[in-house]
């Protein structure tokens, strides 16, 4: 039996919320942050990397060990917007679709860590596949298989 729609409104009501004050430069872009993807100077050592989205993102080096990174949407995603985050160890972009799902754990922030991914070896260059990075615990895993 489903939740009463107006539990599941509020319910995603409450995840929006959750997701604009984790997220509030998503939510609400400043003037700088109004175009769909920032652009990056071509470099030849630039790597793309296509997330699990299907967004295709190009990361080069833009001086003194710092990261630009290019988007190109998906099809039909070219009206999503998309945050880059570089922190000291990495360098994340974020489409705006995906914020209620890292707020409420069903993704993982890392699978938008463009940064580590290439360095772990999922870049574009390194598979002609979209790879499939799956964790779960024990007991999830042992209800999934019926045991």
């Known amino acids: 039996?489903?939740?009463?729609?107006?539990?599941?409104?509020?319910?995603?009501?409450?995840?929006?919320?959750?997701?604009?004050?984790?997220?509030p430069q998503l939510c609400c872009p400043t003037a700088a942050q109004?175009?769909?993807a920032a652009s990056a100077p071509a470099s030849p050592t630039g790597q793309s990397i296509t997330l699990?989205?299907?967004d295709v993102v190009r990361l080069a080096p833009a001086g003194d060990g710092?990261?630009?990174?290019?988007?190109?949407?998906a099809p039909g995603r070219e009206h999503i917007r998309f945050q880059t985050i570089?922190?000291?160890?990495?360098?994340?972009?974020?489409p705006a679709d995906v914020v209620p799902m890292l707020a409420d754990g069903r993704l993982d922030m890392e699978l938008?860590?463009?940064?580590?991914l290439i360095d772990?070896?999922?870049g574009d260059s390194a598979?002609?596949?979209?790879?499939?990075?799956?964790?779960?615990?024990?007991?999830?895993?042992?209800a999934a298989a019926g045991v």
Do not use: K
């Open 1 to 23: 039996m489903s939740p009463p729609p107006r539990i599941t409104g509020a319910f995603v009501g409450i995840l929006l919320g959750a997701a604009a004050l984790l997220f």
């Open 34 to 36: 109004a175009s769909p």
């Open 52 to 54: 699990i989205t299907g």
């Open 66 to 73: 710092r990261f630009a990174a290019s988007v190109q949407p």
């Open 86 to 94: 570089e922190t000291e160890d990495g360098v994340r972009v974020i």
């Open 112 to 116: 938008f860590d463009v940064r580590h």
């Open 120 to 122: 772990d070896g999922y």
């Open 127 to 142: 598979s002609a596949t979209l790879p499939l990075i799956m964790q779960s615990t024990g007991a999830a895993t042992n």
